[in-house]
């Protein structure tokens, strides 16, 4: 069975303090691992999509990487916009249209 | 900057009753679809939906639920018979691909809570 789980649940950092997450899964033929950002109360928004073990992708302070159990997101130098859930998941399913959700790591930058 | 909407942004219904979700995909997009996420759980995956059929769906997609795409613009979800355990924020997403990322433009969800 696919799955993936997330950690730390919950992390508070100081601005400027900074961390990663991880993300840990478990799919039979990874066709992609994807990072989104959700606010309270909205839907999730895109950040990166990895394909493959030693692939990178960064964007402002984020960088994501990928090896072939886990993911980490890692943040530099946060700031307190950067406070919301990031949620991993991974493409699965059959035709790989089944997409499958950790339960989000809940990240507060205090300023 | 396109943007998924979804109508309503929240929807109170009996147990029992029929509703539909709707949600009007980016206008570029092939792929389309509906997750749900139970207050302070992860989100869930219910449907896919590609060439006006369902390429993948979960088990919690069952006979209650169906999908359609009945013009070229609006794809809803309808629950025939809502239960309290539908009560949930559901998502709309949709994504272009034809053999690139499968990135997926989530919508701001309809909150339904079921009575």
């Known amino acids: 069975e696919d799955q993936v789980t997330q950690s730390p649940e919950a992390l508070r950092l100081q601005e400027g303090e900074s961390s990663s997450l991880n993300c840990s899964y478990t799919?039979?033929?990874?066709?992609?691992l994807f990072w989104y950002r959700q606010d309270p109360g909205k839907g999730p928004e895109f950040l990166f999509t990895l394909y493959s073990a030693g692939e990178e992708k960064e964007k402002e302070r984020l960088k994501a990487t990928l090896t072939k159990k886990e993911s980490f997101l890692h943040i530099t130098a946060p700031k307190p916009e950067d406070s919301a859930t990031y949620l991993c998941a991974v493409q699965a399913g059959n035709y790989g249209q089944n997409f499958v959700f950790g339960p989000g790591t809940r990240l507060s930058v205090l300023p | 900057e396109p943007e998924v909407t979804q109508t309503p942004s929240h929807q109170v219904t009996q147990m029992g009753q029929e509703v539909i979700l709707r949600c009007v995909p980016i206008s570029n997009h092939l792929y389309f679809y509906w997750y749900r996420q139970i207050l302070g759980q992860k989100v869930e995956f219910l449907v896919s939906?590609?060439?006006?059929?369902?390429?993948?769906k979960s088990e919690i997609f069952d006979d209650q639920f169906s999908v359609e795409r009945p013009d070229g613009s609006n794809f809803t979800l309808k629950i025939r018979s809502t239960k309290l355990e539908d009560s949930a924020m559901y998502f709309c997403?949709?994504?272009?691909?034809?053999?690139?990322?499968?990135?997926?433009?989530f919508g701001p969800g309809t909150r339904l809570t079921v009575t």
């Open positions: 799919v039979s033929g990874l066709r992609g």
């Open positions: 997403a949709s994504t272009f691909t034809l053999g690139g990322s499968y990135e997926q433009y």
């Open positions: 939906f590609y060439n006006n059929e369902i390429s993948e």
